[in-house]
């Protein structure tokens, strides 16, 4: 059932039903689209895309990469063979996203995106995470995908503080969803109890009441 929203602010919150009773699971009603942040596995999503925080490469590696290669199969790989060949021959910028489709996954579509590597914060490590997001969500509109679910992209090997990232992927996904309306769900699935807590309290702080 939609949440039924006071113009932007927060809905309903859920125990999510596993895991530790603390990993509490909320909705919020940002523009037109429901945005969920809940404890979980990206590749268990039953959106119509999950993000990929892929590497340069396109041709796997650790962490979420490497939990979407492995149960997406094959098929995945192959496309971002293609994609290399013929886009991106040495490699996808950092802050560039693109589609292939999901495999054997749940999700129809995987959306692979590479995010900066944190040098410190001074080396344009913010606007290469706002783009992550930013293209992300454009290439969904291009594909006509109506829901989304993203990882914290750069937070794992990639070393970004958690509590520095939250703030940039929740408001570009606000940003995202307020110039695509056609995105009708954006979930931010995080791995841990811990990057739950950091992703909520922004959240809350931003969009609850
Ligand atoms: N579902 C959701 N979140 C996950 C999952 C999962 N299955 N597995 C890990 N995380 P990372 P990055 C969390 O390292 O920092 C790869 O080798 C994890 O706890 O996956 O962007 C690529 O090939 C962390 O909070 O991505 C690149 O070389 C977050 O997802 C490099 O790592 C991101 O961690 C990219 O590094």
């Given at each position: 059932?939609?949440?039924?929203?006071?113009?932007?602010?927060s809905?309903r919150r859920?125990?999510?039903?596993w895991?530790d009773?603390l990993?509490?699971?909320a909705?919020?009603?940002?523009?037109?689209a429901?945005?969920?942040?809940?404890?979980?596995?990206?590749t268990?999503?039953?959106?119509?895309?999950?993000?990929?925080?892929a590497?340069?490469s396109?041709?796997?590696?650790?962490?979420?990469?490497?939990?979407?290669h492995?149960?997406?199969?094959?098929a995945i790989?192959?496309?971002c063979?293609?994609?290399?060949e013929a886009?991106?021959?040495?490699?996808?910028?950092?802050?560039?996203?693109?589609?292939t489709?999901?495999?054997?996954?749940?999700?129809?579509?995987?959306?692979?995106t590479?995010?900066?590597?944190?040098?410190?914060?001074g080396?344009?490590?913010?606007?290469?995470?706002?783009?992550?997001y930013?293209?992300?969500?454009e290439?969904?509109?291009?594909?006509g995908?109506?829901?989304?679910a993203?990882?914290?992209i750069?937070?794992g090997?990639?070393g970004?503080?958690?509590?520095?990232?939250?703030?940039?992927?929740?408001?570009?996904?606000e940003?995202?969803?307020?110039?695509?309306p056609?995105?009708?769900?954006?979930?931010?699935?995080l791995?841990?109890?811990?990057?739950?807590?950091a992703?909520?309290?922004?959240?809350?702080a931003?969009?609850g009441?």
């Amino acid at each position: 059932m939609p949440p039924s929203g006071d113009g932007g602010k927060s809905l309903r919150r859920m125990r999510s039903g596993w895991g530790d009773p603390l990993d509490e699971a909320a909705a919020y009603l940002v523009s037109k689209a429901t945005v969920r942040v809940l404890r979980g596995d990206i590749t268990d999503q039953d959106t119509d895309a999950i993000v990929n925080a892929a590497n340069s490469s396109l041709l796997g590696g650790g962490g979420v990469d490497g939990a979407i290669h492995a149960r997406g199969g094959p098929a995945i790989l192959a496309e971002c063979r293609s994609l290399r060949e013929a886009r991106w021959p040495r490699g996808m910028p950092p802050g560039e996203a693109a589609a292939t489709s999901g495999g054997r996954l749940r999700a129809r579509y995987v959306i692979h995106t590479v995010g900066p590597v944190w040098q410190g914060g001074g080396a344009g490590e913010e606007e290469i995470l706002r783009r992550c997001y930013r293209r992300s969500l454009e290439v969904a509109e291009e594909h006509g995908i109506g829901s989304v679910a993203f990882p914290s992209i750069s937070t794992g090997a990639y070393g970004y503080p958690i509590d520095r990232a939250g703030p940039v992927a929740i408001a570009t996904v606000e940003e995202g969803v307020a110039r695509h309306p056609s995105i009708r769900e954006v979930r931010f699935v995080l791995f841990s109890s811990f990057d739950l807590a950091a992703y909520s309290t922004i959240a809350k702080a931003r969009w609850g009441r």
